[in-house]
């Protein structure tokens, strides 16, 4: 398990409806090491797919396999390997932004020393640390999502599953976050989810593009670029989920 | 703009009008009398002072002395009529008494204070003209001096103590500045805060408005409240045409130096009210300004009152009594600071607390304006980088490291007592619970007697003890004595094999059935449920469930850590009321003893016949409220899982556990049935085993229930 070439992430005709709105329809994919970009229409599916694989939302058909086995029959094990930044998250404005990642550190059973120079790491990298000490409640929107992001990295999960992590940063954030993603992408899978494409561009190693709960293509950045016949991205994007 | 919404907005005239009810209903409570008409007093008052305004001063306390008189030979004579009537005019006649004797006396009192004086300059001891004392003698000579020659008059005096009758105003009138600050500070909650102070200059000028506001706010709060309270005192004992008089006709102001009269009192009173007023607001304004945090800015307030309080008790001949006079109380409180004839030694030099009081007051309120219009200026909305404030957020960055740690338990339970201000629900319980009663028991005459053998013969009942109780019985020589005998005697006839004589008190009063162990078990409801209710609700409000759930402990063990807490919560509660019961309960009828009886000694008040120790009983009974406040508590925690707003679960509580219960404790049958206010109290239900088993099942399903949500979304 320790070693990162068995790490494994299946996902076989997953469904999720909501009453009769069909979020995810029968999705299918393997994941192995790497940064993955989903990019897709707002209610495209994609924060739909994040709370399945996170199992805050119940399936109705298919199966997700960690290494071969369901995430269900795992259970608590698989969480402990998994980092999520939900899309929408609310922080306890009470806490200190420290306070706040030791509260989630505490959640995901990391030993408590371990957990206290991973959290000054952390902080420093989404560049908090002059602010830790204050009070989440007083916190800027893009400070907030910092906060949340560091709480998906610590425990140095092997599964890290970013729900619009940009929303809400400014340039140099970004750009920022993108160069940490790229370092932490060797050893693990990343899940990007964005509507915006430069997000991923230079990021991702494999880019899915979903529509209407469907997957409907996929492949690395350079090869989907050519296959459209485009300059970057954005041309793919306009090919595939452009037509409406 | 500013001033309009604060001074004439809903919230600012809306409370002032009730606080002017209020302050009118005190008024009106205060001179009621239940037997008499509400003007009787005053009407007799009166006719008392038209009475005697032909007299002279000792003419008139002539009449006083021999009313007195008279009524006191009519008491021992037997002959006193004992009617509301007469008593309201022998109390007159004491009140107008101490008038006159007051006129009478004032003349000698102040030529006494100049011949003291004299004979004291020849006196060696104090002839050393650089002493405090010296000093002091010779000032208060002086001070006196001016008033020689005043004329005092007799009149309605009560017009004018009957406002110092009561604090009520005092207190109450500093609500209003509490409303104004906070209505200063709304902005900073509602995010308008950065539009608003977007530049230094900008900040400063609202600051200055702010302080003309809250100046006004002060004006028109001690306008309103001691206006109408000096009118109503002065309509009520028809004082209103009196403001001529000298103010020291009134025995209240013997030791007043300065002459005036009692309009110009007023006046001068209702000036230093506004201006402390003013004062105190500055004080809270300029707290809530330095500490954003509110729960930390409620600890500071409470820590400054505190040691102003204290100081407030400084004896005058120490180094510090100015602090005495220069302090928040004595501006809220202002009478006893002015009625009171004091020299402080300020540098060896006689100054009057009165004085330093008032000099200080304006100089004060102009040294908190500045520093307020200067914090103001300086202070960002976010995260100032201020270099003054730089060392202060060093030190909160270090106090948040150290802090912020502990295990999940500590922190969930810090989330729950802080954040969610848990400890402010228990102090008030503490507070609450420091005024409860002691439960009765049915007393009887013979009780004395009853509870002495008790004591004497306490133990398994022989055929030794029955016999020495016979012995007790042809012994005794006063009914009381006889009857307890007779009883105890007659109660050992039906005792069963094993049963002791029991000292009963502290079990009678347990076991009583009473409207007391209902309001036991609703406030320790009630503030149970307040305590637990945002216990799974305040996650959804945070909105962080989804994040808590994909993390590997926030489940099951999140959730198992929330089960540890409301234990914890239970115990504490159930320990806080039940304990300080105990600790009441054996201060007044004993300790309970003889815990090893069994509990048919006990047949006069006895639950249920089973075949328990009384200790056992003891154990039984507090154990069963302990689970019963549990189920409560887990009945609290499923509700607050479905809640998404913390509110709404403290009124989801209320409405199914706390409502019903509340009317239970009032006598509806309905409400009991429907609560867990019988089951609480155990003593109602004795013997049933239904309701607990039915309880029981109410744990399981809530536990259960709480368990759910925290699974599914
Ligand atoms: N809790 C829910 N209840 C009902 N419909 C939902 C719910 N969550 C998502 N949906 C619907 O499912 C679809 C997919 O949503 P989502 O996964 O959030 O899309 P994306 O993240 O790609 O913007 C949308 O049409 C949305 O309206
Ligand atoms: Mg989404």
């Known amino acids: ?244 | 703009m500013e001033c309009k919404r604060i001074l004439l907005g809903k919230p600012f005239v809306l409370l002032l009008v009730a606080l002017l009810l209020v302050n009118t209903y005190f008024f009106v409570y205060q001179n009621r009398d239940e037997e008499t008409d509400f003007f009787y007093y005053r009407d007799t008052y009166d006719a008392v002072l038209t009475q005697l305004s032909d007299l002279s001063f000792e003419e008139a306390l002539a009449w006083c002395e021999e009313f007195e008189e008279e009524t006191n030979q009519q008491w021992i004579e037997g002959t006193w009529d004992f009617s509301q009537e007469s008593a309201i005019k022998r109390m007159i006649v004491q009140q107008v008494e101490e008038q006159y004797a007051h006129l009478v006396g004032y003349e000698e009192y102040l030529e006494n204070i100049q011949k003291n004086a004299k004979k004291l300059q020849g006196v060696s001891l104090f002839a050393d003209n650089s002493s405090f004392a010296y000093k002091n003698t010779v000032k208060t000579a002086e001070d006196f001096a001016s008033l020689s020659g005043v004329s005092v008059t007799a009149g309605h005096d009560l017009a004018v103590t009957g406002v110092f009758a009561d604090a009520w105003t005092e207190i109450i009138s500093l609500i209003p500045i509490f409303l104004v600050c906070g209505l200063f500070l709304q902005e900073r909650r509602k995010g308008l805060h950065v539009l608003v102070n977007a530049t230094p200059m900008g900040r400063g000028k609202l600051a200055v408005k702010r302080i003309g506001i809250l100046f006004l706010a002060s004006a028109i709060t001690v306008l309103v409240l001691f206006g109408s309270k000096i009118f109503l005192n002065g309509y009520l004992y028809r004082g209103l045409g009196e403001w001529g008089r000298t103010l020291q006709s009134i025995p209240m102001f013997y030791n007043v130096p300065y002459s005036m009269t009692v309009g110009k009192f007023w006046l001068w009173y209702l000036a230093v009210k506004i201006v402390g007023l003013f004062f105190a607001g500055l004080v809270l304004w300029l707290i809530q300004a330095l500490i954003s945090n509110i729960s930390a800015a409620v600890g500071v307030l409470g820590v400054v009152a505190g040691v102003e309080f204290a100081f407030t008790a400084i004896p005058s001949s120490s180094f510090f009594a100015p602090l005495r006079y220069v302090n928040l109380f004595s501006y809220i409180n202002y009478q006893p600071v002015f009625t009171r004839y004091l020299n402080l030694s300020v540098f060896g030099n006689p100054v009057s607390g009165n004085a330093i009081a008032c000099i200080l007051l304006p100089i004060l309120c102009c040294i908190l304006a500045l520093l307020l219009v200067l914090v103001s200026k300086k202070k960002y909305p976010i995260g100032g980088k201020r270099r003054s404030f730089q060392k202060w957020e060093r030190f909160k960055a270090k106090a948040d490291r150290t802090f912020s740690g502990g295990g999940l338990f500590v922190k969930e339970a810090k989330k729950l007592l802080f954040y969610r201000r848990g400890i402010l629900v228990l102090l008030i319980l503490i507070l609450l619970l420091t005024q409860f009663g002691i439960p009765y028991r049915d007393e009887m005459s013979s009780d004395l007697y009853q509870a002495y053998y008790q004591e004497k013969y306490a133990g398994p009942i022989t055929e030794d003890t029955v016999k020495a109780l016979q012995e007790e019985l042809t012994t005794a020589t006063e009914s009381e004595q006889i009857s307890a005998l007779t009883q105890m005697l007659s109660e050992i006839s039906r005792a069963k094999d094993g049963d002791w004589i029991v000292p009963s008190e502290p079990y009678e009063a347990l076991f009583t059935v009473q409207q007391y162990h209902y309001t036991v078990a609703l406030t320790a409801l009630l503030f149970l449920s307040l305590l637990v209710s945002p216990i799974a609700s305040q996650e959804r409000q945070a909105e962080t469930v989804t994040l808590l759930y994909s993390t590997s402990g926030g489940r099951r063990r999140l959730w198992l850590m929330k089960q540890a807490l409301i234990f914890s919560a239970t115990l504490v509660v159930w320990f806080l009321v039940y304990g300080s019961e105990l600790l009441r309960l054996t201060d007044f009828y004993g300790n309970f003893t003889c815990l090893a009886a069994p509990l048919s000694s006990l047949a006069r008040v006895s639950l249920y016949d089973w075949n328990i120790s009384l200790g056992q009983t003891l154990v039984l009974l507090y154990a069963l409220r302990l689970s019963v406040l549990w189920t409560a508590a887990q009945f609290c925690f499923a509700l607050s899982s479905v809640c998404k707003k913390n509110s709404n679960a403290v009124i989801l509580n209320c409405s199914i556990l706390i409502l019903p219960a509340a009317l239970g404790a009032i006598g509806s049958s309905i409400g009991s049935c429907l609560s867990m206010l019988l089951p609480l109290t155990v003593i109602d239900l004795a013997p049933a085993i239904f309701p607990y088993l039915f309880l029981f099942v109410i744990f399981i399903a809530a536990a259960a229930l709480s368990r759910c949500f925290c699974k599914i979304k």
Not at chain 1, 10 to 39: M, N, T, W
Not at chain 1, 128 to 157: I, N, T, W, Y
Not at chain 1, 212 to 222: V, Y
């Open chain 1, 1 to 244: 398990m320790k070693n990162g070439a068995n790490m494994k992430l299946q996902i076989c005709q997953l469904c999720k409806k909501y009453g009769s709105k069909v979020a995810l329809d029968h999705f299918s994919f393997d994941f192995e090491c790497g940064v993955y970009g989903i990019i897709g229409a707002n209610g495209a599916g994609k924060t739909t797919l994040m709370n399945l694989i996170t199992d805050n939302v119940k399936r109705d058909s298919g199966q997700i396999l960690w290494d071969g086995r369901d995430i269900l029959d795992l259970g608590k094990k698989f969480r402990a390997v998994v980092g999520y930044m939900p899309q929408q998250s609310g922080v306890y404005g009470e806490y200190s932004a420290r306070e706040f990642l030791r509260y989630i550190a505490e959640l995901k059973e990391i030993p408590r020393k371990k957990a206290k120079g991973q959290i000054e790491e952390l902080l420093n990298i989404v560049n908090l640390k002059e602010v830790a000490h204050k009070k989440l409640g007083g916190f800027s929107g893009g400070m907030k999502q910092r906060v949340l992001l560091a709480q998906a990295l610590l425990g140095e999960p092997k599964l890290l599953i970013l729900d619009e992590p940009t929303a809400g940063l400014d340039p140099k954030e970004r750009l920022r976050l993108r160069n940490y993603i790229i370092e932490l992408s060797k050893d693990r899978i990343v899940f990007l989810t964005t509507h915006i494409i430069s997000d991923i561009e230079s990021t991702a190693n494999e880019i899915l593009l979903m529509k209407n709960g469907q997957l409907i293509k996929h492949g690395a950045p350079q090869a989907l670029i050519a296959e459209v016949c485009g300059k970057n991205l954005d041309d793919v994007y306009m090919a595939y989920l452009g037509d409406d």
